[in-house]
């Protein structure tokens, strides 16, 4: 599964985490990370294709905030990007 990833902040994404019950929180390999405005594209690893399709998900950014969790179902069609901020 592949979906994209905006960030709309004025900080660098360094981290971005999901979960499927909020508690127990995995992440995605984002290398350098995503700088300010920009977007890219995210594959999800095939260790998680025995995973529930609603995942949350939440973005760690460079000056220590964090975006609130947001649940998504993955296995839509996610034409539009998901926006952190």
């Known amino acids: 599964m592949v979906f994209l990833?905006?960030?709309d902040s004025d900080a660098k994404l360094q981290k971005l985490f999901v979960s499927?019950?909020?508690?127990?929180?995995?992440y995605f390999?984002?290398?350098e990370g995503i700088a300010?405005?920009?977007?890219e594209k995210m594959v999800w690893?095939?260790?998680?294709n025995t995973q529930s399709c609603t995942q949350w998900i939440k973005a760690e950014f460079s000056d220590g905030q964090e975006s609130?969790?947001?649940q998504f179902?993955?296995?839509k069609d996610l034409d539009d990007?998901?926006?952190f901020h």
């Open 45 to 48: 690893d095939p260790s998680t």
């Open 20 to 26: 499927e019950d909020k508690h127990k929180w995995g």
């Open 68 to 70: 609130e969790p947001a």
């Open 81 to 83: 990007p998901i926006i």
């Open 36 to 39: 300010p405005g920009a977007q």
């Open 73 to 75: 179902n993955f296995c």
């Open 29 to 31: 390999d984002i290398g």
């Open 5 to 7: 990833g905006k960030n």
